[in-house]
C-alpha cells in the first residue's frame, strides 16, 4: 500500500515537470476558483445584428422598476470584453456586480463592434443603439427608463460621454422600435477617460508622445503619418468623437477618476489633464462634476455612492 501511494506521488510529480506550466496552473486554480464571478440573469442578448453587439444583463430584485447601469468596457477600440465589469479595479470591490444588485441597481455589460474592422462613429453608435434596446426592454426586465447611468474605462469612458453630452438620438418616426427610444442618461461615471481623441488636441493638451497612441489611427481609418494632417474625412470623424465638443447645458453630472497626478509628465492617453478639461467646462456650465485623481481624495467613499444619489436610493 505505502508502494502504491509512493508511486502514484512520483508518478504525479514528474507529469508536473514534464508538462511546462502544470506546477503554476495548479497552485493558480484555487484562486481562480475563489474569484466572485456572478453569472448574468441574461447572458449574449443581441441588440443588433453584429456577433459582437451583445450584452449580458443582471437584475436587480424588486417590486418597482429598477434604475440601470450601463457598463461598457475600454480597450483602445481594438479589444476588452464586457466581463471586466467584475474586475475588483471597478468601484474599490471585489464583487462590484453583487455590490450594485444589493443598492437596487440593474446591471448591463456590452460588446461594441472594434477596429479596424470598423472606424468611428461604429463603437459610439453601438453604444447608444444599447442604451435605446436596453429601454425597450424595460417592462420585461422591470427597468425604470427614467433612470439609467452609463460607466467604463478609456474607450468605455469615452463613448460612455460621447452617449451623455450629445442630443438625445431617438428618433418618435422610425420604423425600428429600438431607435424611437432616448440615449439620455441621469448621470456617468468614468475612469481613465477621453474627452477628445483628435490627435491635434491630444498634442495640445497632454504631455509627451500621448499623441501617438497607436490606438488612434484605426479609430480614424488613417495612417500614423496622417494624425496630424489628416484628410477630410478623417478630419470630421476626429472633431465629432470627442465628448468634449458636444458638452452643452443639458449634459448629466460626472464622476470622472484618474490614477495619475495632474503635474505628471508621462506621455499617457489616460493623462487627467482630460479630467481637469471636462471638470472646466462642467463649471463653466454651472454643472456637477467629480475630478478625482491621484492627487484628490475623491468625494465619495466610491463611484456606487454616487450613482445611489443621483438614482434617488441614497
Known amino acids: ?17 514534464a508538462v511546462p506550466g502544470a506546477t503554476e496552473a495548479a497552485a493558480a486554480a484555487p484562486k481562480a476558483e475563489a474569484e466572485n ?10 441588440y443588433g445584428p453584429h456577433p459582437r453587439q451583445v450584452l449580458d444583463f443582471w437584475q436587480a430584485k424588486s ?14 477600440f481594438k479589444g476588452g470584453d464586457k466581463s471586466v465589469v467584475q474586475s475588483r479595479e471597478w468601484m474599490k470591490s471585489s464583487d462590484p456586480a453583487q455590490r450594485l444588485l444589493d443598492s437596487g441597481i440593474s446591471l448591463a455589460s456590452i460588446h461594441y463592434r472594434l477596429t479596424p474592422e470598423v472606424t468611428y462613429p461604429a ?38 460621454m460621447w452617449i451623455g453630452f450629445r442630443d438625445d438620438r431617438a428618433d418618435p418616426k422610425s420604423a425600428d422600435p429600438v431607435a424611437r427610444e432616448s440615449t439620455r442618461l441621469t448621470c456617468l461615471v468614468v ?15 497632454l504631455p509627451g508622445d500621448a499623441y501617438k497612441n497607436p490606438c488612434l489611427p484605426p479609430l480614424f481609418g488613417i495612417t500614423p503619418d496622417q494624425i496630424l494632417d489628416p484628410p477630410p474625412e ?16 443639458n449634459a448629466p453630472p460626472l464622476y470622472t477618476s484618474y490614477r495619475m497626478s495632474l503635474s505628471d509628465t508621462t506621455g499617457d492617453i489616460h493623462h487627467p489633464n482630460h479630467g481637469k478639461l471636462l471638470k472646466e467646462r462642467y463649471d ?27 438614482f434617488g436610493l441614497a
Open 63 to 76: 417590486d418597482r422598476p429598477t434604475p440601470l447601469l450601463v457598463f461598457i468596457h475600454g480597450g483602445g
Open 284 to 310: 463653466a456650465l454651472g454643472l456637477e462634476c467629480t475630478l478625482v485623481t491621484k492627487d484628490t481624495p475623491p468625494p465619495y467613499e466610491s463611484e456606487l455612492e454616487f450613482l445611489r444619489r443621483h
Open 37 to 46: 464571478v456572478l453569472p448574468p440573469d441574461f447572458a449574449n442578448v443581441p
Open 191 to 205: 475612469y481613465q477617460g477621453q474627452c477628445n481623441y483628435d490627435p491635434r488636441f491630444v498634442k495640445l493638451h
Open 123 to 160: 463603437p459610439m453608435e453601438d453604444g447608444a443603439r444599447a442604451v435605446q434596446f436596453l429601454r425597450t426592454k424595460a417592462r420585461e426586465w422591470n427597468l425604470d427608463t427614467t433612470r439609467f447611468a452609463a460607466a467604463g474605462g478609456s474607450a468605455g469612458a469615452g463613448i460612455s
Open 1 to 17: 500500500m505505502t508502494v502504491t501511494i509512493l508511486c502514484m506521488a512520483l508518478l504525479m510529480l514528474l507529469i508536473a515537470r
Open 234 to 249: 478623417a478630419n470630421w470623424k476626429m472633431i465629432d468623437s470627442a465628448a468634449l465638443t458636444h458638452l452643452r447645458s
